[in-house]
């Protein structure tokens, strides 16, 4: 029977998030007032996090499919096939809002559960990547946040053991009130042994594994899509607190048991916890579940099906397993030393009942649990795109130098260095390539393939123009695996956007989805999974769209992998694609004029494509020695990195005639890259070029200890080095 | 003057530590222990010797910095 | 070389570490779980490896040190056998009793990963006969919690008696604070053992062993330890 | 039962974390600190009743674990 002791009143279901057809909807779904438990279920399904209701239809329009794709989104993560018998299991996933409230345990946990997605699917985690947006570096809270999710993010992938190898950080007043922490995983598996959420056979014992449950995080998945207001600091206790040595435990202990074939499904407790765990576990395999919550193992005392059901206590799994593994399994869970529990089982019913005290809690059909989410076709507008900026009408700085100085320390371009150095990022072995350049390279295991591993996006060009915006976040990721050598397979996204329900921000969210199904249609390089996190806000005020994209690529012999520090004096520098001196939207424009204006260089997906090829065929058969993707301040800022990387400076000919010399040097137009040669190859690339129709000219040569532009102020590169090491540690340390 | 800050986690707060601790004083054989919750204590030395603004000024500093009060609670206690 | 790899809930460099003795000795290590009461038989090398055990929880390597295969250790080292403590290693070794000291956190207060420079002090120890004594090599660092901290009378004590093996330094082999990434006391990166037997190290000499991740400066000492083994043996 | 088993530095070993929180604190604008050292509280509950015991048990496990007793002194106090 069941128990309905609460009133379910209008401001209970606003309460949960709810709004009254939404109510109105469960009511009529079930024919009855639904019990207090299952108000919280259905407010933690439906819910914009787990239910995906206002992205859904738009969704559906990316590319999922390609050969090498084994799983694409609709599982923990994405799956693909990167041979040898070997698939590269992978996700990305916010944890926004809980990192503004406790920067610490908000990106810890980020971490753990990006983690568990992974290893859910029975992949050995490999590598982390994360994209931070803070606030701008003068507002009050930006250092505290740096500090603690930067130190969060270390401390759980430090801990669980994992390489954190890549990733982004940018500033922006406005991600002043709402930062974004997307934190990626990625995993190895054998093809032929990976494992998914769908139950299957009924009277199968459901278990509980890993940590105890406490009254963590409750209401967390509905504050992760709640937009932010003045009194958000009120919300503090539903924070989460991370234990990577719990989950370190319960990786080993997953791999172990899945490798002892005792396993049918297994689903990890993410958003929502038991409740998404548990129904998605019996709705994707057709059957119903019952739980018994006397079962469940619990840290705190009295705590009620309510609690339970909605706690997102972290390091939990639930797992199908075979009957007859069922004691083996639970000897390996009790080795190390992790709480194991047969807390119900599959039914025949299509019903969700969930038993607490011996009543019946809740009794819900199990797959409208889900299935009948409310959709929406939110409505959008567009707004009128800002047009071209004419580079001649753009003031010209002091000097090319001078520019140069600066740009290199501003807290966008300088380097990361404070906040890798805190990552563990060679753990494993593996690590080829180091933060620091285009995309990580992670050795496979004992090699001779690699891994590259990036993430991108360009908020300011996504504002602008978010279908142009959006094809560029692609572009570049698949431009910076090239860059390093490697064949880009396929992304994992995710979605930062403010409030779906204003026409204009489902605008940017529409336009930037369809750049980005174009980009990734005209480079095949398929979404295989990724994260949607919509209410990004604060007092009405959004933040920039913000698709980051993670993305993967293979390069079949890891040390043939290309890296952007110059390699030895007297080389030939040679820049790949067109440069028209595009300062709209650009760096330069916003640090050194103040101005956030114009249209975003268009992106030219099949000059992409080929000037890619042609570049990583370069990589590939030895002919460059170093390369690196051009992208924010251009040109002179790529070179920069490239000298600094090395300590090996570079003479370059002065700017082209018909071009500006501020438009040519950081003018950020797309489809480009610097590669290095040597002095006696360019003949022949050149020749090269020319039979791919590929547009590459010579700038200057390696060389010297500074970048020197023919007639322009040389500039040492161990001050170069200095500015731009020098920000971040220097900021934080409070000089500023 | 001197004082001391304590900080412990509120009560429902996952202690990993604490957690761990447990499972080690129970497998070195020490029987009875049923939870352990672990905290921190800072003690500080002041210049100064108005009690109530020593009070004062250590709340202050446990807001801003000792005590994480998302998850944490603390107490002052001046010691004279 | 029979070597043999402690493994404790929450270590995660084990798999770095088999693998380099692997690649260097060309054998197998064996993993040993941390409540087994007995080495392997024929252990001629222990090795406690990187990692965070017990999530380093309540002090760093505390709840290691006192699980029972640590008892099987001391047994071992007081018996001569040779014991290489690599950073959660070096921790456990110092909370086990094994070696003196006590390793804080950084003086940043922040988990440093970086490549470091290394002086190797002596060349006359098992660990160290693959250098030169005041060679410097290059490996990576990855701790939050390295600082080497002993009371006057031990450091003059290790100092006196030349068991200092391994320095921060620059890359000229320069004793210098802004190369002395966690604020050791002089700069120390690893010791050993009264006996000389036992090594405790912050770096992470396992990670490099392989001239394309990384460098090579780090096969020196298990080259080097392999030698001494097959000599013995 | 309730217990609460303290556990400092000993004076003369060196505190790099206290120093740091001793400079924050300055830089957070709250003057008159001298010095600042952090320790470490346990609150452990226990089955069974004996005071008497219960402090001895908790003895050893301070000497045993929660301590390191090379650098660092401990202070039980059985709270009832
Ligand atoms: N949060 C971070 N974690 C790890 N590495 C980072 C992080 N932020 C930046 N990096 C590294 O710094 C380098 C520069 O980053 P970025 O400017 O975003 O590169 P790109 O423009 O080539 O994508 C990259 O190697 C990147 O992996
Ligand atoms: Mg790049």
Redesign the interface.
């Given at each position: 029977m069941l128990a309905n002791d609460v009133k379910i009143t209008p401001e209970l279901v606003a309460e949960h998030g709810l709004k009254p057809d939404e109510y109105q909807r469960i009511l009529d779904l079930i024919g009855r007032e639904p019990t207090l438990t299952e108000l919280g279920i259905f407010s933690a399904m439906w819910n914009e996090h787990c239910s995906y209701k206002s992205s859904k239809v738009h969704l559906r329009g990316l590319p999922t499919k390609a050969p090498w794709v084994i799983q694409g989104p609709g599982e923990n993560a994405g799956v693909i096939d990167i041979g040898d018998g070997l698939a590269c299991v992978f996700k990305m996933e916010s944890h926004n809002h809980p990192s503004y409230?406790?920067p610490?345990?908000g990106a810890a946990t980020g971490v753990g559960g990006i983690l568990r997605d992974v290893f859910t699917m029975g992949a050995r985690p490999i590598a982390c990547l994360n994209a931070l947006s803070f606030g701008a570096p003068e507002h009050p809270k930006t250092r505290h946040l740096v500090s603690g999710v930067v130190a969060g993010i270390g401390g759980y992938g430090n801990s669980f053991g994992v390489p954190t190898v890549a990733g982004s950080v940018r500033f922006h007043k406005r991600y002043d009130g709402n930062i974004l922490v997307n934190a990626m995983a990625v995993g190895l598996a054998e093809t032929d042994k990976i494992f998914y959420a769908a139950a299957s056979g009924v009277g199968m014992p459901i278990v509980y594994l890993g940590?105890k449950t406490?009254?963590?995080g409750i209401h967390g998945a509905s504050m992760a899509s709640a937009e932010f207001d003045d009194n958000s600091e009120e919300k503090?206790?539903t924070?989460?607190?991370?234990?990577p040595?719990?989950e370190k435990l319960l990786l080993e202990a997953c791999l172990e048991i899945m490798a002892k074939d005792c396993v049918i499904a297994i689903q990890d407790m993410g958003a929502a916890g038991l409740t998404s765990s548990a129904t998605e576990m019996g709705a994707k395999g057709n059957l119903g579940v019952t739980l018994d919550l006397d079962k469940v193992p619990c840290?705190?005392e009295g705590m009620s099906a309510y609690e339970m059901m909605l706690s997102e206590?972290?390091e939990r799994m639930l797992m199908v397993l075979k009957p007859d593994k069922e004691k083996e399994a639970e000897a390996i869970f009790r080795k190390w030393?992790l709480d194991f529990a047969v807390v119900g089982e599959t039914t025949p019913s299509m019903r969700f009942i969930v038993k607490h005290h011996g009543q019946v809690m809740v009794d819900l059909p199990i797959k409208e649990l889900g299935d009948s989410a409310p959709e929406y076709k939110r409505p959008f507008v567009s707004l009128e795109k800002p047009a071209p900026i004419d580079a001649g009408a753009i003031e010209p700085p002091g000097s090319i130098a001078d520019a140069l100085e600066r740009l290199v320390a501003t807290p966008d371009l300088c380097s990361k260095r404070w906040v890798w150095e805190q990552y563990d990022h060679i753990i494993g072995g593996n690590t080829v390539q180091r933060p620091g350049g285009d995309a990580a390279v992670v050795r496979v295991l004992d090699g001779p393939k690699g891994l590259a591993l990036t993430t991108d996006v360009t908020p300011r060009y996504c504002e602008a123009n978010p279908f142009e915006g959006g094809k560029q976040a692609v572009a570049e990721c698949w431009r910076n695996l090239t860059a390093v050598g490697a064949t880009p397979l396929a992304i994992t996204d995710n979605l930062n956007f403010g409030n779906p329900e204003r026409p204009e921000i489902m605008g940017q969210f529409v336009g930037c989805v369809r750049g980005i199904a174009e980009a990734c249609k005209a480079l095949d390089f398929p979404v295989v999974s990724g994260n949607v996190s919509l209410y990004n806000e604060t007092n009405g005020k959004a933040i920039l769209p913000t698709p980051s994209i993670g993305g993967v690529g293979v390069i079949a012999d890891f040390k043939k992998s290309a890296s952007l520090a110059f390699k030895k004096e007297g080389e030939a520098i040679l820049v790949v694609g067109e440069t028209t001196g595009w300062l709209g939207q650009s760096i330069y424009l916003r640090e050194i004029c103040a101005r956030e204006e114009g249209a975003p260089p268009p992106v030219d997906l099949i000059e992409e494509r080929e000037n890619g090829e042609f570049v990583r065929s370069l990589i590939l058969d030895g002919a460059a020695t170093a390369a690196h993707d051009l992208s924010d301040g251009g040109l002179l800022v790529a070179l920069a990195e490239m000298a600094m990387a090395s300590g090996i400076g570079a003479k370059l000919d002065a700017a082209p005639d018909d071009i500006p010399g501020h438009a040519y040097w950081f003018g950020e137009d797309q489809a480009r890259y610097i590669v290095t040669v040597p002095a006696q190859a360019v003949e022949l690339v050149m020749a090269r070029a020319r039979k791919a129709s590929v547009l590459v000219s010579r700038i200057g040569t390696t060389g010297g200890a500074a970048v020197a532009i023919d007639g322009q102020r040389a500039l040492a590169v161990p001050d170069l080095n200095e500015r731009s090491e020098g920000w971040l540690p220097g900021y934080m340390a409070g000089r500023d | 003057m001197k004082a001391r800050v304590?900080v412990?986690l509120?009560s429902?707060?996952?202690?990993?530590?604490?957690?761990?601790?447990e499972?080690?004083?129970r497998s070195?054989g020490?029987?009875?222990?049923?939870?352990?919750?672990?905290?921190?204590?800072?003690?500080?030395?002041?210049?100064?010797g108005d009690r109530a603004k020593?009070e004062a000024?250590l709340k202050?500093?446990a807001d801003?910095?000792?005590a994480?009060?998302?998850?944490e609670n603390y107490h002052v206690e001046v010691l004279g | 070389m029979k070597a043999a790899v402690l493994v404790f809930p929450g270590i995660n460099r084990e798999r770095d570490m088999a693998r380099t003795l692997r690649l260097t000795s060309g054998r197998e290590p064996a993993m040993v779980w941390h409540t087994e009461h007995d080495l392997p038989a024929g252990t001629d090398l222990v090795v406690v490896p990187g990692g965070f055990s017990?999530?380093d929880?309540?002090r760093c390597g505390a709840?290691a040190a006192?699980s029972p295969v640590m008892d099987a250790v001391r047994k071992f080292a007081a018996g001569g056998g040779l014991v290489l403590g690599v950073c959660n290693g070096f921790q456990i070794l110092c909370e086990s009793g094994l070696l003196p000291g006590v390793l804080m956190r950084n003086e940043n207060l922040r988990f440093i990963c970086r490549d470091v420079f290394l002086k190797v002090e002596r060349s006359d120890t098992p660990f160290t006969r693959g250098y030169n004594a005041g060679q410097v090599v290059r490996v990576p660092v990855a701790h939050g919690e390295g600082n080497y901290i002993a009371d006057g009378e031990t450091i003059a004590r290790l100092e006196g008696d030349g068991r200092v093996i391994f320095r921060y330094c620059g890359p000229d082999g320069m004793i210098d604070p802004d190369w002395n990434h966690n604020g050791a006391l002089n700069a120390i990166a690893g010791i050993v053992n009264d006996g000389g037997n036992v090594l405790g190290m912050m770096p992470h000499p396992e990670n490099h062993v392989e001239a394309d991740i990384g460098s090579t400066d780090g096969r020196g000492l298990f080259a080097g330890l392999a030698e001494a083994l097959k000599k013995a043996a």
């Open positions: 409230i406790e610490y345990q940590s406490g009254r963590d503090r206790p924070v989460q607190v991370g234990d040595f719990s840290r705190e206590s972290q030393g | 304590t412990t509120k429902g707060v996952l202690d990993p530590q604490g957690k761990a601790i499972g080690a004083l070195l020490i029987d009875g222990v049923a939870a352990v919750r672990q905290g921190k204590v800072f003690d500080i030395e002041l210049d100064g020593v000024l202050q500093a801003k910095l000792l994480n009060t998302v998850i | 017990y999530g929880y309540l709840i006192r």
